[in-house]
């Protein structure tokens, strides 16, 4: 099992920064893959970044050049580092898990239970 906490979510204005971490516990979080998803209410939870064990990394065309997904093996933690945010998007934003690289959600092995991002205009 791998349980995952996230944090950093709040209230920002268009323009503004948020840094989002998991912290990770449970098995070796060096084993695993590492993405940021987020769920708008209304819409379907889509990928936002991924991370490999390596430290490859992917994003959604909508965050490209805005947001930036980092790991830290020593820490156990995952961040997301998201610049001129938009109030598009504002979402629940989660971390997640998984043993094999992938982008699909469906595919993730673990889940933390969310943090709200909410982005005014």
């Known amino acids: 099992q791998v349980q995952l906490v996230e944090s950093g979510g709040g209230l920002v204005q268009a323009g503004g920064s948020l840094r989002l971490s998991c912290a990770a516990s449970?098995?070796?979080?060096?084993?695993?893959?590492m993405a940021w998803f987020r769920q708008a209410p209304g819409k379907e939870r889509e990928l936002v970044a991924t991370?490999?064990?390596?430290?490859?990394?992917i994003y959604a065309n909508a965050v490209q050049g805005r947001f930036t997904i980092s790991r830290d093996n020593a820490k156990n933690a995952v961040y997301l580092q998201m610049n001129s945010l938009k109030p598009e998007d504002t979402a629940v934003y989660y971390c997640a898990a998984a043993l094999a690289w992938t982008q699909s959600a469906d595919a993730q092995n673990y889940w933390g239970k969310g943090t709200l991002v909410t982005v005014s205009s």
């Open positions: 991370i490999s064990r390596s430290g490859a990394t």
């Open positions: 449970g098995r070796t979080f060096s084993d695993y893959s």
